[in-house]
């Protein structure tokens, strides 16, 4: 991920924090908006351990996380979703030896409720794309619909942002 070359980024979400511009080295992209190797060797291990068998990853971005999620456990069906076409094809290019996953390009506000209709239950969930309190807590709702007793759903937080200061009360009472 030390590609200098440079990207139009398509962004759904909150943008960056270090950047202003559409136009951005793929290199900073990976420095600044991919999570880091211990939160990544967090959720394999995770998964690792749950083995589930349907995994989404809501926001795939160069795919280093996906990559994550997707190895820890051969046998899981990952869906990864991403709004950008510039980094959904540098992480399609990380992802030719994974044969259990399905890329899902375009705004999560439709594509999310598409592939949430083709499954049967939602075993674990990562978060992290938009950035933002509504959208997550739409993208979380709609999950609920597929969620067991089983189910793991992790939420990236941010701070700074005061809206994420207390989710925890609303997602407590959330029912699917």
Not at 42 to 67: A, K, Q, Y
């Amino acid at each position: 991920m030390a590609s200098a070359d440079t990207i139009e980024v398509t962004d759904f979400g909150a943008g960056s924090r270090v950047s202003d511009s559409s136009r951005r080295r793929v290199r900073d992209i990976a420095r600044y908006s991919e999570k880091n190797a211990r939160l990544g060797q967090l959720l394999f291990r995770l998964v690792n351990h749950l083995n589930p068998n349907i995994i989404l990853d809501l926001g795939t971005s160069l795919g280093i996380t996906t990559l994550y999620l997707a190895s820890a456990e051969k046998a899981s069906q990952v869906y990864t979703f991403e709004g950008c076409p510039q980094t959904m094809a540098i992480a399609r290019k990380h992802f030719k030896c994974i044969s259990m996953l399905s890329l899902w390009r375009g705004n999560i506000d439709q594509t999310l409720g598409k592939a949430l209709h083709l499954l049967p239950s939602v075993d674990f969930a990562f978060f992290d794309a938009n950035h933002r309190y509504e959208p997550t807590m739409r993208y979380f709702q709609a999950c609920l619909s597929k969620v067991h007793e089983d189910t793991i759903l992790v939420l990236m937080t941010f701070t700074g942002q005061q809206k994420w200061l207390k989710p925890g009360k609303k997602l407590k009472h959330m029912k699917p």
